[in-house]
């Protein structure tokens, strides 16, 4: 069974940047998307982007295009998200999964971190 543990959370300030990092501690055939979700208090959970593992085709929710970047380091098994110019709604609990599709669809995901906190202050 995929293991996915996501670290690189934390408080930074509006206008600052994080990198979060996902470690799957193995492939499962049938997972070939990577994606990182994100869930504010009271909020829904929300694909912020995502990434086909083998053709590197990425997606973005509208809220971080051009802010956020997808990416993958094969050799480690190991997804990241590069989080530039963090706004303070941008702060959540941030999930990495393993998954199907990249349809913003929490359904089409099979596998999940324990998620990892960023708090952006302004």
């Known amino acids: 069974q995929v293991q996915l543990v996501e670290s690189g959370g934390g408080s930074v300030q509006a206008g600052g940047s994080l990198r979060l990092s996902c470690a799957a501690s193995?492939?499962?055939?049938?997972?070939?998307?990577m994606g990182w979700f994100r869930q504010a208090p009271g909020k829904e959970r929300e694909q912020v982007a995502c990434m086909h593992t083998a053709f590197g085709h990425t997606y973005y929710a509208d809220s971080v295009k051009g802010r956020f970047i997808i990416s993958q380091d094969n050799t480690k098994s190991t997804v990241y998200l590069q989080m530039n110019s963090l706004k303070p709604e941008d702060t959540a609990m941030y999930y990495c999964?393993?998954?199907?599709?990249?349809?913003?669809?929490?359904?089409?995901?099979?596998?999940w971190g324990q998620g990892t906190q960023v708090t952006v202050s302004s």
């Open positions: 193995k492939y499962t055939y049938g997972s070939n998307r």
């Open positions: 999964a393993a998954g199907r599709l990249c349809m913003n669809r929490v359904t089409d995901f099979d596998y």
